[in-house]
């Protein structure tokens, strides 16, 4: 068993990730004075695949780091890879941003590929598995969400399937769902093992990366910016800001409007033993990614070392580890009961950055600065995408060519209180996920 820490904030536990994924490039802090063409704040997916993409252009980058490369969110999700957003649907999101949004859509549709073709290019070693994405509906009437999303997906082109209850039992080992929708272009990674793949990839490519190298602010003077770490400064042509939902968790100046825009939610994984081939060849057998449709999600996946790797979420901040070991327990012998007795060896937390309508937010900072935050979640995908759109946004791509569905930073009224009750939201999604629609 995990033990917990009296604060368990997402510096104390050890991930899966972090304990079985080589060590990355070495990362030397900022010291001093320093320029590039583009300045880039952030080493998770974002900031690592648009410097990436510039190098490949022969654009003169610079990565500032707070920690190192894949510590935030990036190197402590759930690993799996999901070409959609949580609740936003096509038709919506073209609807709400016209052109922008069709863009933003296509973008959405082709993310899944886009990662797993940067993972083969680069000879990655992630762990990756691209075996689809199954989302499972957890009562018979929700399977009219499945139909929308087939319906929409699939008049876009995306690799798109409407599944059965047969089919879903069949390919979860399960008789908990009924029915689903299944992406084939989805799958599953080692998150931190990406990072830090991508990290090597741009160090090799002529990057730079400073790590432990917190931002403190950024201003535009001139025709440069001006970006301030704690024992130095870059000056840069064009900037991206890609810190998500840790934006506001190292320095409360480096962008207090974009910060406050997302509710930093801590999302908890959790991963078992390893367990037998027996198990495993009849619990999700052909090691699909699966997040159901549950407000409290269900979700799992196979790691390379047939661990099943889960999670779940909880509310009072008291002996965490614990509780959702016995919780989570619980929930997967009831899944699959031929699964046995359950022990995890890690639990382990970051944050996940959640606007109130489950929609990324994307900002035009200044001449050549952009921003985006609000992952909600379907962070994964969709991050490795937006990295070649913000290399073609600081390359000069006019905005009317660009998948970015733009607006002005609208922070949350009482911000600081709706971190404090956000938890409290899971009561009111238990409630909703008990009813049938």
């Given amino acids: 068993m995990v033990s917990e820490s009296r604060s368990a904030s997402v510096a104390d536990l050890a991930s899966l990730w972090s304990t079985v994924t080589p060590a990355g490039a070495p990362c030397p802090a900022l010291d001093g004075s320093a320029s590039a063409d583009v300045v880039v704040i952030g080493a998770g997916f974002t900031g690592l695949s648009t410097a990436l993409n510039l190098r490949k252009s022969g654009v003169d980058v610079a990565v500032l780091e707070a920690v190192e490369p894949g510590w935030g969110g990036s190197g402590r999700n759930n690993g799996q890879v999901i070409p959609t957003l949580t609740r936003p649907d096509p038709d919506d999101i073209e609807a709400r941003h016209g052109e922008a949004g069709e863009r933003f859509v296509a973008l959405l549709?082709?993310?899944?590929?886009?990662?797993?073709?940067?993972?083969?290019?680069?000879a990655?070693?992630?762990?990756?598995?691209?075996?689809?994405?199954?989302?499972?509906?957890?009562?018979?009437?929700?399977?009219?969400?499945?139909?929308?999303?087939?319906?929409?997906?699939?008049?876009?082109?995306?690799?798109?399937?409407?599944?059965?209850t047969a089919q879903v039992r069949e390919m979860l080992g399960s008789d908990a769902w009924h029915g689903g929708f299944w992406n084939r272009s989805g799958g599953h990674v080692n998150p931190l093992a990406l990072a830090r793949g991508l990290?090597?990839?741009?160090?090799?490519?002529?990057?730079?990366?400073?790590?432990?190298?917190?931002?403190?602010?950024?201003?535009?003077?001139?025709?440069?910016?001006?970006?301030?770490?704690?024992?130095?400064q870059m000056r840069a042509r064009a900037l991206v800001l890609a810190t998500n939902a840790y934006t506001g968790e190292f320095s409360p100046t480096l962008a207090p409007r974009i910060a406050r825009q997302v509710v930093p939610v801590l999302s908890w994984q959790m991963a078992t033993?390893?367990?037998?081939?027996?198990?495993?060849?009849?619990?999700?057998?052909?090691?699909?990614?699966?997040?159901?449709?549950?407000?409290?999600?269900?979700?799992?996946?196979?790691?390379a070392r047939n661990r099943l790797v889960t999670g779940g979420a909880i509310i009072a901040p008291f002996n965490r580890v614990r509780r959702l070991e016995a919780m989570i327990g619980d929930r997967l012998r009831r899944l699959w009961p031929q699964i046995g007795e359950v022990r995890f060896d890690h639990v382990w937390n970051g944050y996940v950055g959640m606007t109130a309508d489950f929609m990324p937010r994307?900002?035009?900072?200044?001449?050549?600065?952009?921003?985006?935050?609000?992952?909600?979640?379907?962070?994964v995908a969709l991050s490795m995408a937006l990295g070649g759109e913000f290399a073609k946004a600081v390359r000069g791509v006019p905005v009317n060519e660009l998948a970015l569905p733009l607006s002005e930073p609208a922070p949350l009224p009482l911000h600081s209180l709706a971190r404090r009750v956000a938890p409290l939201m899971l009561l009111h999604y238990r409630q909703l996920d008990r009813r049938e629609i």
Avoid at 109 to 122: C, G, I, K, P, Y
Avoid at 126 to 151: K, L
């Fill in 109 to 122: 549709r082709d993310s899944a590929n886009t990662l797993f073709d940067t993972v083969r290019e680069h």
């Fill in 124 to 164: 990655i070693a992630a762990e990756a598995e691209q075996t689809g994405w199954v989302q499972p509906v957890h009562t018979p009437g929700r399977i009219a969400i499945s139909e929308r999303r087939v319906r929409q997906w699939g008049k876009r082109g995306a690799q798109v399937e409407l599944l059965g």
């Fill in 199 to 232: 990290a090597q990839a741009v160090v090799e490519a002529g990057g730079r990366i400073f790590g432990h190298t917190p931002v403190l602010d950024f201003a535009r003077q001139g025709d440069q910016w001006v970006v301030r770490t704690p024992a130095g």
């Fill in 273 to 303: 033993l390893p367990l037998p081939e027996a198990v495993r060849a009849t619990v999700i057998p052909g090691r699909q990614a699966m997040s159901d449709t549950h407000g409290d999600l269900h979700f799992g996946r196979w790691d």
């Fill in 362 to 379: 994307f900002h035009r900072l200044g001449p050549d600065g952009w921003a985006w935050v609000g992952c909600n979640g379907r962070a």
